[in-house]
């Protein structure tokens, strides 16, 4: 695949596959936790830990590529297109799927249970909307609503070469202090996190930071790879260690909080030199992935769901062979990847350069 041109920045293949790597990891920590359903309510479970070790809290890659594809390529295009654009595509298909999925009860903890009468629907359409509750991952988009009303914000910082830097330092470290909020936690209340707010403003910071001056910080991260390297090999051994010894809270603060975002800080930047080495010869299966990953984020869930109805009673039986629910958890990944394209596809068929504001491609 050509990289370079004369309309488009070299760098835009490689962002654009990390975003594929992205979506990759997100759907796969539900597809195998969810196939692995009775193993990931046990922490301590091989499956369970791989699962978590690998993939949990890979929405901080997606913070990350926002950030770093602002400072990239959004910014000169002005705060009045990225705005409008962030209304158009964001927003339009969040208010899409919001309707859609309200018309099952998210206060039943199971896939599809439709609301007992319309009233119902019209009760819990502002509450889905507000809290990001339609679909329990949806949590995440009034956190990143949040994150671009800051954007000006950390903009301003980065153009103050002296304290404005160390601000944004100091935003990006604050995760680490600052736990994220488990699913689980937003699930029974209704709030929105201002911790989970604060926690992902540090990866997409990042995201900004880093493409500030890009080809300067990645030759940086080429010259301590080796280094990054063994700081995530130690960032993924001490989640180990704490998750075997039930090592966590320390009153507000949550030590697996903090080392699950510095470990996939650490990978995401060793990941992005990695696309960054290939070139032109980006893989070509994760291209079109990731230019279909916001709408797969919104549709993943409902395929697994669906797909659990026919794949369950094998994955679920974990007793017969003790890895066949990650293999199916694998094959949930791959098919409700592919199901959510054939979703986007039919949409660009039917509504063309439209179906973006319906459902995010």
Do not use: C
């Amino acid at each position: 695949m050509r990289t370079a041109s004369t309309s488009k920045p070299a760098f835009l293949s490689y962002m654009h596959s990390f975003r594929g790597f992205a979506i990759v990891n997100i759907v796969a920590i539900h597809a195998i936790g969810f196939s692995a359903w009775e193993a990931s309510n046990n922490p301590k479970d091989l499956i369970s830990i791989a699962n978590e070790l690998l993939f949990h809290n890979s929405t901080i890659y997606f913070a990350l590529i926002s950030g770093l594809l602002y400072t990239a390529i959004l910014k000169k295009k002005g705060y009045q297109q990225f705005f409008s654009s962030k209304f158009k595509y964001v927003l339009l298909p969040y208010i899409f799927f919001t309707l859609l999925y309200t018309v099952f009860d998210n206060k039943v903890y199971d896939f599809f249970v439709y609301q007992t009468s319309f009233n119902n629907y019209l009760n819990d359409l502002p509450r889905n909307f507000i809290y990001g509750k339609a679909m329990f991952v949806f949590w995440y988009i009034p956190v990143l609503l949040f994150l671009y009303l800051v954007t000006p914000f950390l903009d301003y910082l980065m153009q103050i070469k002296r304290w404005g830097n160390w601000l944004m330092v100091i935003i990006i470290f604050t995760p680490l202090v600052v736990r994220r909020e488990e699913v689980r936690e937003l699930y029974t209340s209704d709030f929105l996190s201002f911790h989970n707010m604060v926690h992902f403003t540090g990866a997409y910071a990042a995201g900004m930071y880093l493409a500030d001056n890009l080809e300067t910080k990645i030759a940086l991260i080429h010259k301590n790879k080796y280094l990054l390297l063994v700081m995530a090999v130690i960032a993924s051994s001490a989640i180990l260690y704490a998750t075997l010894n039930d090592y966590d809270k320390v009153g507000v603060f949550s030590i697996l909080s903090a080392l699950y975002y510095f470990q996939k800080i650490v990978i995401s930047m060793l990941v992005l030199l990695f696309f960054k080495s290939l070139g032109e010869k980006q893989p070509k299966w994760l291209q079109p992935i990731a230019k279909d990953a916001f709408a797969i984020y919104f549709l993943h869930v409902f395929f697994i769901g669906v797909l659990l109805g026919y794949f369950g009673p094998i994955t679920f039986f974990i007793k017969i062979v003790k890895f066949n629910a990650l293999l199916g958890g694998v094959l949930i990944l791959v098919i409700s990847i592919l199901m959510s394209m054939l979703v986007v596809w039919l949409f660009r068929l039917l509504f063309g350069k439209y179906s973006r504001m319906i459902i995010g491609s």
